[in-house]
């Protein structure tokens, strides 16, 4: 598996920041709350991976590294426009994403390279468990507004296609051994109450800032289906979490490569829209969203 950089654009109506998936702004403001942890987070996934990269010998793992490193900063640079337009939309996005920052270089500072890697691989495991299950079930995303949808589902495509890269690092420079694998799950633990926390924090967050919209009993109950109800997103993860837990746990032991077959046709699918962007508003998308983020 070779992760490959793909330098998209997507055209995010900023009108819809906060309403813009098809189960309404509930839902809509947990994926706001996990987009406002990828800047800071994936900043911190490429530069503990980085660190190791001289130590990774194998020319197929360092390849493999280049491209989960392309792949993290084009999720990154979208993602911050992505949160621009949450700003934009008087939420406290660039508060939250300070926040992070100030915990994450927190983490830099106490924590040697090792555990900092052993957190990058907890999360990886993290945003490849999300990920699934977005691609798994298309009733997840469905009835969303369009570019939004396609950029998570390219996130989603992306964080698939490059699962096992930090944790293939990991076997490679750490010593095999009882060490590496408490050090590996311990982290999985503490990683999994403040991953929790974080987002619970940010989400109720954004509803309170966004509270004037109205419609909470129905909001209440669609998140609530959501996050627990039977196709939900706790019990769907229950036992990819618990994989982890395996010694001989690798991230692709549940081999679900087969939706990376959607990847040609979601690109395909995003150039038409932007190009139908451009032919409607006389400008492509990529100058537009420059005055957004200024504006922001
Ligand atoms: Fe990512
Ligand atoms: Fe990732």
Known sequence: MMPVRRDLRFNLPPERASDWHGQGPYVTHFFNALSLLFPAGERFFMDSVRYYRDQVHDPE????????IGQ???????????????EAARLPAHKLDRR?????????R?????????MTVALEHYTAMLAGMLLDDDTRIAGSVE?????????????????????????????????????RTGTMITVTIFFW??????HVRLLIADRKRGGHLRGMWRITKFLYGP???FPGIALEWLRFFKPSFH?????????????????????????AYAAANGAPLKASRRGIRAAA
């Open 100 to 108: 992070l920052t100030w915990f994450l270089n927190l983490n830099r």
């Open 61 to 68: 793992l360092k390849k493999q590294v280049l491209g989960f």
């Open 197 to 202: 926390l974080i987002v619970f924090d940010f």
């Open 147 to 183: 570019g939004y949808a396609q950029m998570w589902t390219w996130h989603a495509l992306e964080e698939t296609e490059h699962k096992s890269v930090s944790f293939d690092v990991w076997n490679t420079v750490m010593k095999p051994g009882l060490n590496r694998y408490l050090v």
């Open 231 to 233: 196709r939900g997103v």
């Open 251 to 275: 991230p692709w032991d549940h081999d679900n490569r087969g939706h990376l077959q959607r990847i040609d046709g979601l690109v395909a699918a995003v150039e038409a829209s932007n190009a």
């Open 110 to 118: 106490i924590l040697p390279p090792s555990y900092q890697l052993a």
């Open 72 to 86: 993290e900063a084009m999720h990154t640079r979208e993602h911050i426009e992505y949160n621009a337009l949450l």
